[in-house]
């Protein structure tokens, strides 16, 4: 089975945040890399975010409500820096936005580097409402 990694915050989980989960699971097992209290310290509104714990429980309980269970569809694991898990051989692809398609190439040059095999990068769009593109960082503002 093919996996893929769908890494980020997810705090408030939005309508963007799930479009985002739910395109991964068209490519398979689903890596989610959740980023852990410290990598939130440095993000705008940084004292608005979610603790670890919370988010990772609205994932959670979204993916069920579409059928998902962890362990046989999906699995979340922590992210202290923006490599994550992805320099380990985990994942066939990486899902991302224009906001993480470097860090994506970055994690491939690194990936090169060690002589492991690149992840397939698939960059979707944001998604959008009346106000423009929906982003956490809007939404805590």
Same mark, same amino acid.
């Given at each position: 089975? =093919?996996?893929?990694?769908? /890494?980020?915050?997810?705090?408030? +989980?939005?309508?963007?945040?799930?479009?985002?989960?739910?395109?991964?699971? %068209?490519?398979?097992?689903?890596?989610?890399?959740?980023?852990? %209290?410290?990598?939130?310290? @440095?993000?705008?509104?940084?004292?608005?975010?979610?603790?670890?714990?919370?988010? =990772?429980?609205?994932?959670?309980?979204?993916?069920? /409500?579409?059928?998902?269970?962890?362990?046989?569809?999906?699995?979340?694991?922590?992210? @202290?820096?923006?490599?994550?898990? /992805?320099?380990?051989?985990?994942?066939?692809?990486?899902?991302?936005?224009?906001?993480?398609?470097? %860090?994506?190439?970055?994690? @491939?040059?690194? =990936?090169?580097?060690?002589? +492991? =095999?690149?992840?397939?990068?698939?960059?979707?769009?944001?998604?959008?409402?009346?106000?423009?593109?929906?982003?956490?960082?809007?939404?805590?503002?």
């Amino acid at each position: 089975m =093919k996996k893929i990694i769908a /890494s980020g915050t997810f705090d408030k +989980l939005h309508e963007g945040h799930k479009f985002f989960l739910k395109t991964a699971f %068209n490519y398979g097992y689903v890596l989610i890399g959740l980023t852990s %209290n410290e990598l939130t310290k @440095n993000k705008k509104y940084a004292g608005k975010i979610w603790e670890f714990k919370k988010r =990772k429980i609205y994932i959670e309980k979204f993916l069920s /409500s579409l059928g998902y269970e962890e362990g046989k569809d999906y699995e979340i694991l922590k992210i @202290n820096d923006k490599y994550g898990f /992805s320099l380990e051989e985990k994942a066939d692809y990486i899902l991302v936005t224009e906001e993480t398609y470097e %860090n994506a190439r970055d994690i @491939n040059r690194e =990936k090169k580097k060690l002589g +492991l =095999k690149e992840l397939e990068i698939i960059k979707i769009d944001f998604i959008t409402d009346e106000e423009g593109r929906i982003s956490s960082t809007r939404l805590r503002s």
